[in-house]
């Protein structure tokens, strides 16, 4: 039975019609198959790799130094790298690489693994290749497009920051001009509020990220600057225990100028003239969680106080970011805040 004329010519038209369906998928999928006798330096090709790869079959290569001449010049120790680690080492190659045929340049997605023979030595090499040209040129439209935002980002932070600080100066005029003591104060504090928002703007532009901040030399920038505005002549510093992390930046704001309004106050009310205070800045982020503290060694926060501007700031600010605000007024005031180190503004 098994010889039959019937059932051995039934066998070959189906063993064609498998070979022109798996022609066909691999056709459809811009794809191809190969293989490589190792000993015999000998390439084989099937009618799809020549489809990818734009030769006719008869100019399909047969050698492997036939092969690497269709690889484009730049790429061609690239593919060899991947190749000799596959048949000296054992590994499977997986990469990518342009091939020049015709003058037409075409991106290349090769897999290839090696075969040995019995006795353990390399018998020959099968790969699969993949035309990703038009993935390819995607993605670089796409990196291009995301440069071109990030630019115009940069330089939009730019303005800002440049916008900030006339309105920093408008301030400074103002200020100088106040008869009354408190409004002059008042005036002080808008332009230190203006400043932490610039120093935002100043590090998105000498960043390589738009999109957040290195909290650590955030907070430091507006430290030094309360320091060298408000510190000057006083017996009060501040020391800081600041983790180095990267927030968005629609969370590192409420965080700046949560820390100017904390330092301001501290500064303001926490010391009598010429006493020797220190304001703590801490920040730790563990599991996910963060922690961001201000703390002083003062004289605790005045009964009137603890509805003012400066506080309900800061608790319109906690709540922006979903942080949970602890204030507790002790052997001084320490404010502590908790939130989600990695979310976003919370609408």
């Not at 490589?36 to 006719?56: F, H, K, N």
């Not at 047969?62 to 190749?83: C, K, N, Q, V």
């Not at 003239?273 to 002083?296: F, K, M, S, W, Y």
Request: hydrophobic content about 40%.
């Amino acid at each position: 039975m098994a010889g039959h004329p019937q059932v051995v010519a039934s066998a070959r038209q189906f063993a064609g019609s498998e070979h022109e369906r798996l022609l066909a998928a691999l056709k459809a999928s811009r794809s191809g198959t190969w293989r490589w006798t190792i000993a015999e330096d000998r390439v084989e090709w099937d009618e799809a790799l020549c489809q990818v790869y734009g030769l006719p079959p008869e100019r399909a290569p047969t050698t492997s130094g036939e092969f690497l001449s269709l690889i484009h010049p730049d790429d061609r120790e690239h593919a060899w790298t991947h190749i000799r680690a596959c048949f000296e080492e054992g590994r499977d190659a997986d990469y990518q690489f342009r091939t020049v045929v015709g003058g037409e340049e075409r991106w290349i997605y090769d897999r290839s693994a090696l075969v040995r023979n019995p006795d353990g030595s390399p018998a020959y090499m099968l790969g699969a290749c993949l035309d990703v040209t038009e993935r390819r040129r995607i993605q670089q439209e796409r990196d291009a497009a995301l440069e071109k935002q990030k630019l115009l980002l940069k330089e939009l932070s730019h303005r800002v920051k440049n916008h900030l600080g006339m309105i920093v100066s408008l301030l400074h005029l103002k200020q100088s001009r106040q008869k009354d003591r408190s409004a002059a104060e008042d005036f002080a504090r808008a332009i230190e509020r203006v400043k932490t928002i610039a120093y935002l703007h100043d590090q998105l532009y000498r960043s390589s990220d738009v999109a957040s901040v290195e909290v650590k030399e955030y907070l430091d920038d507006i430290c030094d600057n309360l320091e060298a505005s408000m510190l000057v002549d006083t017996r009060i510093r501040i020391v800081r225990e600041i983790t180095s992390f990267e927030f968005h930046v629609d969370k590192a704001v409420p965080l700046g100028l949560i820390v100017n309004e904390a330092i301001t106050n501290s500064v303001k009310y926490a010391f009598s003239p010429g006493q020797e205070g220190q304001i703590t800045v801490r920040l730790r982020v563990r599991g996910g969680r963060a922690t961001l503290t201000i703390a002083d060694n003062g004289r605790g926060l005045p009964a009137d106080r603890t509805h003012g501007v400066g506080t309900r700031l800061v608790r319109a600010l906690a709540d922006q970011i979903g942080a949970r605000l602890r204030m507790v007024s002790r052997n001084g005031v320490t404010l502590s805040l908790t939130f989600a180190a990695r979310a976003g503004f919370r609408r």
